[in-house]
């Protein structure tokens, strides 16, 4: 009897799992390969309910760029992605003073490459390398004014000096 109904509920399972549609896939986007680019030189605009710009997207033979503006018409945010690898992207972010709080750069998703991080009043706050969003080699840090305050070394996402 046990072996029976274990019997019947595996082929009741499988036969939900075969019964699906065998093509729908989950997909993960990790950069721009699932947007609609522009041909080069060419413009798409899209607009808040107010008419006010929500995002300009662009493209030359080398780059395709997204920037993404607030309601009152402020970018608050630029990406950036190589067309010959749409996974990749440098991603700048703005404070609402129209300064950038960050650059960093990005592969599938993960933190990877240079990073620098700003203040309000523009000046840096540290400045450093990920690779695969682990710290690595010298990091920067500095105090609101712009001055150096002290120096990190990190090896594979961990400090070593």
Same mark, same amino acid.
């Given at each position: 009897?046990?072996?029976?109904?274990?019997?019947?509920?595996?082929?009741?399972?499988? #036969?939900?799992?075969?019964?699906?549609?065998?093509?729908?896939?989950?997909?993960?986007?990790?950069?721009?390969?699932?947007?609609?680019?522009?041909?080069?030189?060419? #413009?798409?605009?899209?607009?808040?309910?107010?008419?006010?710009?929500?995002?300009?997207?662009?493209?030359?033979?080398?780059?395709?760029?997204?920037?993404?503006?607030?309601? +009152?018409?402020?970018?608050?945010?630029? #990406?950036?992605?190589?067309?010959?690898?749409?996974?990749?992207?440098?991603?700048?972010?703005?404070?609402? +003073?129209?300064?950038?709080?960050? /650059?960093?750069?990005?592969?599938?998703?993960?933190?990877?490459?240079?990073?620098?991080?700003?203040?309000?009043?523009?000046?840096?706050?540290? /400045?450093?390398?990920?690779?695969?969003?682990?710290?690595?080699?010298?990091?920067?840090?500095?105090?609101?004014?712009?001055?150096? /305050?002290?120096?990190?070394?990190?090896?594979?996402?961990?400090?070593?000096?």
């Amino acid at each position: 009897m046990r072996k029976t109904l274990t019997i019947l509920l595996l082929t009741l399972c499988s #036969t939900i799992l075969l019964g699906q549609e065998k093509n729908k896939q989950i997909g993960i986007t990790y950069g721009a390969e699932k947007e609609i680019l522009p041909k080069v030189g060419d #413009t798409i605009k899209e607009y808040h309910p107010n008419n006010i710009v929500k995002f300009v997207k662009f493209r030359n033979l080398n780059e395709f760029t997204i920037q993404e503006f607030k309601e +009152n018409g402020s970018m608050y945010k630029s #990406t950036i992605f190589p067309i010959h690898n749409l996974k990749n992207k440098t991603l700048t972010k703005y404070h609402s +003073n129209g300064n950038i709080i960050l /650059i960093a750069n990005y592969n599938m998703g993960i933190v990877h490459g240079y990073f620098q991080k700003f203040y309000t009043n523009g000046k840096p706050m540290q /400045i450093g390398i990920y690779k695969r969003m682990k710290k690595i080699g010298e990091w920067k840090f500095f105090d609101e004014t712009g001055d150096l /305050i002290k120096k990190e070394l990190y090896k594979n996402g961990k400090l070593i000096e």
